[in-house]
């Protein structure tokens, strides 16, 4: 019974001396509950804030006709380091030390800086895509280290992002597009259009070329003022190869290829003109 009551009495001494502790730091913890609660509506006005200032600032690189790329990396940029003018400013101005924060920053900064060497590098890499220019935001290009490829939509601090033509986004650090070498395939507005097409050693070679030059007079996608070219690039094992180069715009290409080769292969038909194909001949020898 003894022990009972000598439990009691130490709980209800804890009790009291928590009770007396609140009491005593009261006005400290609501204090600091109240720094807290301004803190936090300093950090939503300053989101709202950098908001406002990012929109006017794209606006701003809007009229001034500035390229896509260049908006949306600045954008990038102003985000990022309005944000930390925002944390640093609540730091300081709730109970912080300003000399022991950047102290607390510039210790941060090596670290980071050394943890995110390949960061560094994509930012150097953004900054040497907008000057050189090797590509633009609306252009198709090929990173021929790997063979990503894409309509590039967005140049950001450390990544370029392409959409594909199955409409799936492909994230490339800016660092592998300015250290390997890139394809830019619309960068200029005229392609040469080249197609290979074999045919038969039986078949007539002048009415193929023929059938051939007719089909390129008509189709009004391709330029009749650059010169195209009918000729037979090889006598291949299976038949005769035809080459045959002509130019279009940029835009046109995979459209006037697919509709060349259909056209082709239609009119070669009509004309009794083979293409030929791989075939395996099987003899059967029966045994006595």
Same mark, same amino acid.
């Given at each position: 019974?003894?022990?009972?009551?000598?439990?009691?009495?130490?709980?209800?001494?804890?009790?009291?001396?928590?009770?007396?502790?609140?009491?005593?730091?009261?006005?400290? +913890?609501?204090? /600091? =509950?109240?720094? %807290?609660?301004?803190? $936090?509506?300093?950090? *939503?006005?300053?989101?709202?804030? #950098?908001?406002?200032?990012?929109?006017?600032?794209?606006?701003?690189?809007?009229?001034?006709?500035?390229?896509?790329?260049?908006?949306?990396?600045?954008?990038?940029?102003?985000?990022?380091?309005?944000?930390?003018?925002?944390?640093?400013?609540?730091?300081?101005?709730?109970?912080?030390?300003?000399?022991?924060?950047?102290?607390?920053?510039?210790?941060?900064?090596?670290?980071?800086?050394?943890?995110?060497?390949?960061? +560094?590098?994509? /930012? =150097?890499?953004? %900054?040497?895509?907008? $000057?050189?220019?090797? *590509?633009?935001?609306?252009?198709? #290009?090929?990173?021929?280290?790997?063979?990503?490829?894409?309509?590039?939509?967005?140049?950001?601090?450390?990544?370029?992002?392409?959409?594909?033509?199955?409409?799936?986004?492909?994230?490339?650090?800016?660092?592998?597009?300015?250290?390997?070498?890139?394809?830019?395939?619309?960068?200029?507005?005229?392609?040469?259009?080249?197609?290979?097409?074999?045919?038969?050693?039986?078949?007539?070679?002048?009415?193929?070329?023929?059938?051939?030059?007719?089909?390129?007079?008509?189709?009004?996608?391709?330029?009749?003022?650059?010169?195209?070219?009918?000729?037979?690039?090889?006598?291949?094992?299976?038949?005769?190869?035809?080459?045959?180069?002509?130019?279009?715009?940029?835009?046109?290409?995979?459209?006037?290829?697919?509709?060349?080769?259909?056209?082709?292969?239609?009119?070669?038909?009509?004309?009794?003109?083979?293409?030929?194909?791989?075939?395996?001949?099987?003899?059967?020898?029966?045994?006595?």
């Amino acid at each position: 019974m003894d022990e009972v009551i000598e439990t009691t009495n130490e709980a209800a001494e804890d009790v009291n001396v928590f009770i007396q502790y609140l009491q005593d730091h009261i006005p400290n +913890l609501i204090s /600091f =509950a109240i720094e %807290i609660v301004l803190a $936090l509506i300093f950090f *939503f006005l300053g989101r709202i804030a #950098i908001k406002w200032i990012r929109k006017l600032t794209r606006k701003m690189l809007e009229r001034s006709n500035v390229d896509k790329g260049v908006e949306t990396f600045v954008d990038s940029l102003l985000k990022f380091m309005l944000y930390g003018i925002l944390l640093f400013t609540i730091a300081t101005k709730f109970g912080f030390d300003t000399a022991s924060v950047a102290a607390l920053i510039a210790s941060a900064g090596v670290a980071v800086g050394l943890a995110v060497q390949g960061s +560094l590098s994509n /930012f =150097a890499g953004g %900054i040497l895509i907008l $000057l050189l220019k090797p *590509f633009v935001v609306g252009d198709y #290009i090929i990173e021929d280290n790997h063979g990503d490829e894409g309509t590039v939509k967005e140049i950001q601090l450390f990544y370029t992002k392409l959409l594909t033509v199955d409409n799936r986004t492909v994230v490339i650090p800016n660092g592998m597009l300015t250290n390997n070498s890139l394809t830019n395939v619309t960068h200029m507005d005229e392609r040469k259009l080249e197609l290979k097409i074999s045919i038969s050693y039986e078949s007539d070679l002048l009415k193929a070329k023929a059938v051939l030059a007719d089909l390129i007079r008509k189709e009004s996608r391709i330029m009749q003022d650059k010169e195209h070219r009918i000729f037979v690039d090889e006598l291949g094992d299976d038949g005769v190869i035809l080459g045959m180069r002509c130019w279009v715009s940029t835009e046109d290409y995979w459209n006037v290829r697919w509709d060349m080769l259909e056209g082709i292969k239609l009119t070669f038909d009509r004309e009794n003109i083979v293409i030929p194909y791989r075939q395996m001949n099987v003899r059967i020898q029966e045994s006595n």
